[in-house]
């Protein structure tokens, strides 16, 4: 099955400054990756995502870029807020011919903590 | 339109009893998807309901069962509880490969 590794496992930038998150997976039939955003008490919230026909998506401050070739993915935050601080997931899919939905493999997540 | 609920919110239980946790979907989402997400990792796969039936199943033993009802809203039950089990337990819903909207989750403790 996929399996999906991600680094740092925590990361601590000052307010303002980027925020780069990394993961791998396994599986060359993954075709769909998302970023989910989870702070404490609460379900992970999808701030991005991406498919494999494209190499980088941007919204506002966040961007995704997925290189196919190497297996790799990564999440870039640029001009970080206290409110970003947060644990982050990377997770990846397959879309097969079947029915339903995506079946997500997660990484451990990233606890991403920005100083004011 | 409401976004995705689940019940209870918190849930102790003994080892070897049994539980019931509920998740309605999104308004008009068809597909609902369970994880659980043990202390300090990534939500894992449990199950996926696609029009009532079962569409896809991660690592986890038969004990782990679930149902769709006709209004898409889902239950997942796990029998004979054991410590390990301690966990949040989050539904996902979303449209047929579409994006997936997480619940708030449930925290089960199991003593």
């Known amino acids: 099955g996929e399996n999906v590794e991600q680094h740092p496992s925590t990361l601590s930038v000052q307010e303002g400054d980027s925020a780069v998150i990394k993961c791998t997976y396994s599986d060359s039939a993954s075709n769909y990756f998302p970023w989910y955003k989870q702070e404490l008490g609460k379900g992970p919230q999808l701030i991005i995502d991406?498919?494999?026909?494209?190499g980088e998506k941007k919204d506002q401050r966040i961007a995704v870029t997925l290189n196919k070739t190497a297996k790799h993915f990564s999440l870039h935050i640029t001009e970080t807020q206290p409110e970003d601080s947060a644990v982050y997931f990377c997770?990846?899919?397959?879309?097969?011919?079947?029915?339903?939905?995506?079946?997500?493999?997660f990484g451990k997540g990233t606890k991403l903590s920005v100083i004011p | 339109e409401t976004g995705v609920t689940q019940s209870p919110t918190h849930l102790i239980k003994t080892r070897g009893q049994q539980v019931t946790l509920r998740c309605s979907s999104q308004s008009g989402h068809n597909t609902v998807s369970w994880y659980q997400q043990a202390l300090g990792q990534g939500p894992q796969f449990i199950f996926q309901?696609?029009?009532?039936?079962?569409?896809g199943r991660g690592n986890f033993p038969p004990r782990f069962s679930g149902l769709q009802f006709p209004n898409y809203s889902s239950e997942l039950n796990v029998n004979a509880l054991e410590l390990d089990d301690s966990a949040l337990y989050l539904c996902?819903?979303?449209?047929?490969?579409?994006?997936?909207?997480f619940g708030p989750g449930t925290r089960l403790t199991v003593l």
């Open positions: 996902a819903s979303s449209l047929v490969y579409n994006e997936q909207f």
């Open positions: 997770a990846a899919s397959i879309k097969d011919s079947g029915a339903g939905s995506y079946q997500l493999t």
């Open positions: 309901y696609y029009r009532e039936e079962e569409n």
């Open positions: 991406i498919r494999s026909n494209v």
